[in-house]
């Protein structure tokens, strides 16, 4: 049987096999996604001609440094195929992302890509959204005022992601609120409401944007969720 990170390794390798030549590639951040890039890397080396774009510094740095050509979002047309992990998924292909706190990239490069896969392993997959915290990217001006919002407006406890003692700051400068709903029935509805306070920039919210998830199992088996 295997462990969870060497499941995480299993779905990595398989993604990689979706990657064609002369393809642009949105890479994730994440655990998960970091065994895809070391299987990527592995076939760039074998002579495998591609680029990809990064949805964090830290994806950046760590492909970069692999031998992995990197380009700037503003710099491509498009993206063919997008790969990254997710904090949850349900069996419509809703997610939840932004553990890391590059939600806001992730969801920007996952828009850009013409197919969009997430990989993970079997405990990622619920038949509901909301057992992991619903990651807010909000502007530090007045986050106080949004975090007050979400729990008037849910009842539900609203934190301020932290980081060292510090305020967690993302690559755009921002916070983070992590929302403890218990059970997110509607997801697309609760996507679009909390757009609506004022101080959101995005939300861990993934709605119509997945086409395809990867799970990969103890047993060592695979499936395709599309």
């Known amino acids: 049987m295997l462990d969870t990170?060497?499941?995480?390794?299993?779905?990595?390798?398989?993604?990689v096999d979706l990657v064609m030549p002369g393809m642009t590639i949105g890479i994730g951040s994440g655990s998960t996604v970091s065994h895809f890039i070391t299987a990527l890397a592995a076939k760039v080396r074998e002579g495998l001609i591609c680029k990809a774009v990064p949805t964090s510094l830290q994806t950046?740095?760590?492909a970069k440094d692999q031998g992995i050509s990197m380009m700037e979002l503003n710099e491509v047309p498009a993206i063919d195929l997008a790969i990254d992990g997710a904090d949850e998924t349900n069996h419509h292909l809703q997610l939840i992302k932004g553990g890391g706190g590059a939600l806001l990239q992730e969801k920007m490069v996952a828009a850009a890509a013409k197919k969009f896969v997430v990989i993970a392993d079997n405990n990622k997959m619920k038949d509901k959204l909301g057992q992991f915290p619903l990651p807010l990217e909000v502007v530090p001006y007045g986050w106080k005022q949004v975090?007050?919002?979400v729990e008037q407006n849910y009842n539900v406890q609203s934190i301020l992601?932290?980081?060292e003692g510090k305020p967690f700051i993302s690559d755009h400068g921002h916070y983070i609120l992590d929302c403890h709903f218990p059970v997110i029935d509607d997801a697309a509805g609760l996507n679009s409401s909390l757009h609506l306070i004022p101080g959101v920039v995005?939300?861990?919210?993934f709605i119509d944007?997945?086409?395809?998830v990867i799970i990969g199992y103890p047993d060592g088996t695979v499936h395709y969720f599309k």
Do not use: H, S, W
């Not at 299993?10 to 993604?15: E, H, R």
């Open 5 to 15: 990170e060497q499941i995480k390794k299993l779905v990595g390798i398989k993604a």
């Open 60 to 62: 950046f740095n760590l």
């Open 209 to 212: 944007m997945c086409d395809e």
């Open 202 to 205: 995005e939300t861990g919210l």
């Open 161 to 163: 992601r932290m980081k």
């Open 147 to 149: 975090a007050f919002r």
